[in-house]
């Protein structure tokens, strides 16, 4: 959304400061990333470290929202800075209690600053922003992971799931809101793609089987959807995806917990 549009939408026509809901990010696609990304890593291996980068990153997304409404004039410079600099802290502190991280969480902290100047360009490349966005949640859940002390072949597959699941599932949405466009075609490739890749991974003893399987019903649910022509909302949407997202928590948790 550009900066006139925020200013247009939040604006009100009294002086004041916003209320504090509307600093919330609406973004709902990377509320359901996050958690795809932190949630097997915190199941599998909690730690302090883990939940703070967790927090870091919760917060970041605040801060990111707030100081996209301050550059549209609207004011919340304050709690912007307040955001950003929380965030900060709390990366900082949790790098400090897990060292081993910290190549995890430079990698992030590189890919989200090149979304950000994705996202400041024009609008056709917003979609390579939203996917360098990913994969930055994919070095989190592996940092997450990392945090708590799990192997690293574990937060490779951690971060090889988040990364499989938005490559099937950024398309999917898009295809579910403009059925006719060529998100279809991407939406069916994405998931045969995470799925053969899922499956070669498990043969090759690299990824419990468990998540293979996960990502192959996954793909079967994407050419059952797919084949409706009308297109859906918003809110349907989000809400068909709570299922899956469980579901690849679920089997990322159990395969790697229980080297299912």
């Known amino acids: 959304m ?11 026509p009294t002086a004041g400061a916003p209320s504090l809901r509307r600093l919330i990010p609406p973004e709902h696609g990377a509320w359901g990333f996050l958690a795809a990304a932190v949630l097997p890593g915190l199941v599998v291996a909690p730690s302090a470290p883990g939940f703070l980068l967790t927090a870091g990153v919760v917060l970041g997304l605040f801060a990111r929202h707030a ?71 994919a070095l989190v859940g592996g940092a997450v992971a990392s945090a708590g002390g799990t192997p690293l072949a574990h937060a490779l597959v951690i971060a090889g799931v988040v990364v499989g699941y938005l490559l099937a599932v950024v398309p999917l949405v898009r295809a579910r809101r403009q059925p006719t466009s060529h998100w279809t075609k991407d939406a069916l490739a994405g998931h045969a793609a ?44 989000g809400l068909a995806e709570l299922p899956p997202l469980l579901a690849l928590v679920l089997a990322t948790a159990a395969g790697l917990g229980g080297g299912l």
């Open 2 to 12: 550009t900066a006139p549009a925020l200013a247009a939408q939040l604006s009100e």
């Open 67 to 137: 100081t996209q409404l301050a550059l549209a004039g609207v004011p919340v410079v304050g709690p912007a800075l307040v955001l950003g600099g929380t965030a900060g802290a709390a990366w900082l502190g949790a790098g400090i209690l897990a060292p081993t991280a910290l190549p995890w969480m430079v990698g992030a902290a590189a890919l989200t600053a090149l979304q950000l100047a994705s996202e400041a360009g024009v609008r056709r490349h917003r979609t390579s922003g939203v996917l360098v966005g990913g994969c930055a949640l």
């Open 194 to 237: 995470a799925a053969v890749a899922a499956v070669a991974a498990a043969a090759l003893g690299h990824s419990p089987w468990l998540v293979a399987g996960f990502f192959v019903l996954l793909a079967a649910r994407c050419a059952w959807l797919v084949r409706d022509p009308t297109p859906a909302t918003p809110k349907a949407i």
